[in-house]
């Protein structure tokens, strides 16, 4: 019976997959520049616009990628993803087109994604249908590295979450390397495992130099622009040496306005999480410092940036509900000095 329903759970997250590679999101802007980069082995850009531009309506109508010199300008803020691209970029050497190369990367990250929430959860039901959530299954329509981004910061938090802390920490720190803003999950819970004396002060000092070190070297290599250019400007030649507080300000707000609804699910579910006082309930807390500080540095209106964190939080809530010995005994009411008695009690003994 238990195999049944696990090759129904397969058989699912492959439909599930297969959909999201046959059809990928149409208005999805950021795949045509990751196809300029994988074709820029070994086609001149020149030709490479006029392939791209003309590709799907979205890329017609683009006012950014509006000639060859600004798809060339544009191409630096998508190369520091570096194990995307050269993944992407094998994929298509060993035949398929460089299109179908960005829909399998993230089709085959989905699937494997479905897998870890199963192996984090050990429920069909619950983990289809998280799987099924608009929020989760866009990832594998999108043709940029957030479903393998997601798949590596997830397995990651699992590593740590269970206290297999090298392969966790190894995980995270390869996350850089596939989207360099990971380095703020990296670093929140390396600060994380030190507060909770998980971590030496000296290996998390070593591990910060080395994930700080590998951004500025990736976007040395990129030759990316900065963090400036993702708050104003059209193109990033024209970006301004500063940025005003007001323009940080306006994009705060605008695109807080987007994003708090679509994240409104997933603090419902972290905070029936919190309610259900699941003992892992705690790793809550350096998700949301995570999330929290990656918007004040990045403000993007966009939900896909939190898929890790949806992902993470909907695994935690699931482990909760339904393992009753995952969570603190007879603490539902009580007020949270006695619960933190009653668990202090619990592990003495």
């Known amino acids: ?89 094998l994929i298509s050497r060993a035949g398929l087109s460089p299109g179908k190369s960005i829909n399998l990367v993230s089709a085959i990250s989905l699937f494997l994604i479905a897998l870890l929430a199963y192996a984090a959860t050990q429920n069909y039901l619950y983990s289809t249908l998280l799987m099924a959530t ?46 360099t803003d990971n380095i703020v999950i990296g670093l929140v819970l390396f600060g994380w495992l030190v507060w909770n004396r998980k971590l030496s002060g000296l290996y998390a000092g070593a591990l910060t130099a080395l994930a700080i070190g590998s951004v500025e070297w990736i976007n040395t290599l990129s030759g990316n622009y900065g963090w400036r250019v993702l708050i104003g400007g059209k193109y990033p030649a ?18 807080a306005e987007s994003l708090v609804p679509q994240l409104a699910p997933w603090l419902l579910l972290g905070t029936a999480a919190w309610s259900l006082r699941s003992r892992e309930r705690k790793f809550l807390v350096p998700v949301v410092m995570a999330c929290a500080l990656h918007y004040l540095l990045f403000p993007s209106g966009e939900a896909r940036y939190f898929t890790w964190a949806s992902l993470v939080t909907g695994i935690l809530f699931i482990r909760a509900l339904v393992n009753p010995e995952n969570r603190v005994p007879g603490l539902f009411g009580a007020s949270d000095a006695e619960a933190r008695v009653k668990m202090a009690t619990e592990n003495a003994a």
């Open 134 to 179: 608009p929020a989760v299954a866009i990832v594998g329509r999108l043709g940029g590295p957030d479903a393998l981004s997601s798949l590596v910061v997830v397995a990651g938090c699992m590593a740590v979450l269970r206290e297999k802390l090298f392969v966790g920490i190894l995980l995270l720190m390869i996350s850089i390397w596939i989207r």
């Open 238 to 255: 024209e970006i301004r040496p500063g940025i005003r507080l007001a323009e940080y300000a306006h994009a705060f707000a605008v695109n």
């Open 1 to 89: 019976m238990k195999s049944t329903k696990f090759m129904m759970y397969v058989a699912f997250s492959l439909g599930l997959a297969a959909a999201c590679y046959l059809r990928p999101s149409p208005d999805d802007f950021d795949r045509y520049v990751y196809e300029s980069l994988i074709r820029s082995a070994n086609q001149p850009i020149e030709d490479i616009y006029r392939i791209v531009k003309h590709e799907s309506p979205r890329a017609e109508a683009s006012t950014v990628m509006d000639s060859s010199e600004h798809l060339g300008e544009l191409e630096p803020l998508y190369a520091i993803r570096p194990i995307y691209v050269q993944l992407a970029t």
